[in-house]
């Protein structure tokens, strides 16, 4: 999974001011509702473009041939996209008046869909009190505009463990290096833990353990202590306890915790369907540990996925979008949705749904929110991706310090920030 953002150069444009909103519209009570778009005079149909796996696609024909039997004026064409692909080809189509009419994707699209005025803020109808807290200000700005409907919460890192092989998750970071150490034999190619060690949205929640985030008052803080006690951590993991594979990505990660050969992975909720049907009741699900030594857990960014709408919907057209947003997020909705992704709901009343609370691998992955931090969408956290990762690759390697990395990042993030914002 990448986290950068295809830049367009000089092709940026102001927001476009197409909804307006007052506060108290944005804090209204959930008694007060939308009034319902108007259904179509003719037949419409949307556009959705996606980056879900093969068997989620099926599910989502299902649910959207379930809509269309209730809205038989309205149409949802499905297609399907890698996940750079979806963005690059969306942002291109769309500055150019085209595009899709939806796009299903996480947070991380709003930051530069909304700068380049591509999408359209949904206040007016979202009515967030509706979903959980963190889901909308993943795609809130610091205008208070919420940039996308929430279909679902998560997309967090989880621990997760092969119990043929650790009978219970550790609960610290101490005791995970102790037991991975115990399992791994390189040479046998088994290992005790593994992750996508090279890349910073894994990378970050370690430093949470520390006491330390990667912004303080919306200003990145790269050279902090915590940050130097993450990255020694980290490499420690591969050159000093060597508990991990050398160079593993995601690929490998994923490889080897579904062929058995390592016991326990760092790896997102997106994952939970294909591990449970791989693993069964031998897989656990647990929150991320804390550090001994600190008492502080590890923090993982949570959002979610989400509906962006096209800019340049309006009229009939964006009556039958909002006509299709709500039904996704009405608990009939939320409840085909969950059962065919087993993600977690966005909606709030769903957490005592009982495809939610009495599903314990979903109940579990709930835990794994509890220490969690709304993921920024704005085009801030791009740019410290972008200047954590060669960094972090130069540590694990052996080839940086962690004291010279952190004073790098710094000053990369600060100005690959200005560059974004020009």
């Given at each position: ?72 004026g ?49 206040n ?8 959980n ?69 894994w ?97 993982p ?20 979008a ?18 065919a ?6 909606l ?8 939610v ?66």
């Amino acid at each position: 999974m990448t986290y950068l953002i295809s830049r367009v150069s000089g092709l940026l444009v102001p927001l476009p001011v197409l909804l307006t909103i007052s506060l108290a519209i944005l804090l209204r009570p959930l008694a007060v509702q939308a009034a319902a778009p108007a259904a179509p005079s003719s037949p419409v149909e949307l556009v959705l473009w996606e980056h879900e796996y093969d068997e989620i696609q099926k599910s989502l024909d299902l649910i959207f041939r379930d809509f269309e039997k209730a809205n038989p004026g309205i149409k949802i064409k499905r297609s399907h996209f890698k996940t750079e692909d979806l963005r690059t080809q969306f942002q291109t189509a769309a500055l150019g008046g085209g595009g899709a009419d939806l796009v299903l994707a996480p947070n991380d699209f709003a930051g530069g869909f909304s700068i380049m005025g591509i999408i359209q803020p949904v206040n007016d109808w979202v009515q967030p009190d509706r979903f959980n807290a963190e889901v909308t200000k993943a795609v809130t700005d610091p205008q208070q505009k919420i940039w996308g409907m929430p279909l679902s919460r998560g997309n967090h890192l989880l621990l997760l463990v092969n119990k043929k092989l650790v009978p219970k998750a550790p609960e610290t970071i101490e005791e995970l290096v102790k037991v991975a150490g115990s399992l791994t034999k390189s040479d046998k190619g088994t290992y005790g833990l593994a992750y996508n060690l090279n890349e910073p949205y894994w990378f970050v929640t370690f430093l949470g353990a520390f006491g330390e985030s990667l912004f303080v008052n919306g200003q990145p803080k790269l050279d902090s202590q915590g940050m130097i006690d993450a990255l020694t951590l980290v490499q420690n993991f591969k050159i000093k306890d060597k508990i991990i594979p050398t160079d593993c990505d995601y690929t490998c990660a994923d490889t080897l915790f579904m062929d058995g050969k390592v016991a326990m992975i760092i790896n997102g909720d997106w994952e939970l369907d294909r591990y449970r049907k791989n693993l069964g009741d031998q897989l656990i699900v647990a929150p991320l540990p804390r550090m001994g030594a600190t008492g502080k857990p590890m923090v993982p960014y949570v959002s979610g996925k989400y509906l962006f709408l096209n800019a340049k919907l309006k009229g009939p057209r964006l009556d039958a979008a909002k006509k299709f947003t709500e039904f996704m997020v009405s608990p009939e909705g939320q409840e085909k949705l969950t059962k065919a992704t087993r993600r977690l709901p966005a909606l709030k009343s769903m957490d005592q749904n009982p495809v939610v609370s009495g599903d314990p691998v979903l109940q579990a992955s709930m835990l794994g929110l509890v220490h969690g931090q709304p993921m920024p969408m704005g085009i801030e956290l791009r740019a410290v991706w972008d200047a954590i990762r060669p960094q972090l690759q130069g540590v694990m390697a052996g080839r940086t310090q962690p004291k010279d990395a952190v004073v790098i990042m710094q000053k990369d993030a600060l100005v690959k920030i200005k560059e974004l914002k020009m």
